[in-house]
């Protein structure tokens, strides 16, 4: 990027920033903007705490084994009423 690049340019890329999703180049143009930029600095830091909010420390992802226990527990307290078909047993 060129080193006159457009405010408004700049800080369209704000977001992508956040998410460490620019270049090398934008990256780079857009944290020398930001300690020239109060207003975009301050937008800069609310798009980081979002993005923090986006991505927990913890995963989300559930045990793959957790939805064959339930059903496995619901299954055995009442059986189905329509039994399954040996084929149709790992759907």
């Known amino acids: 990027m060129s080193p006159a690049v457009p405010h ?25 903007h930001l300690t020239d930029c109060a207003d975009c600095a301050e937008e800069a830091l609310r798009l980081r705490d979002a993005v923090a909010l986006l ?19 619901c299954l055995g307290r009442r059986p189905a009423r329509v039994p399954v078909p040996a084929w149709a047993v790992p759907y």
């Not at 700049?10 to 180049?25: I, R, T």
């Not at 991505?55 to 045990?63: A, C, I, K, N």
């Open 55 to 73: 991505h927990p420390e913890d995963s989300l992802d559930l045990d793959p084994a957790l939805r064959s226990r339930v059903l496995a527990h």
């Open 8 to 32: 408004k340019l700049l800080k369209s890329l704000l977001g992508a920033w956040a998410l460490a999703a620019c270049s090398a180049e934008e990256t780079a143009a857009v944290e020398t």
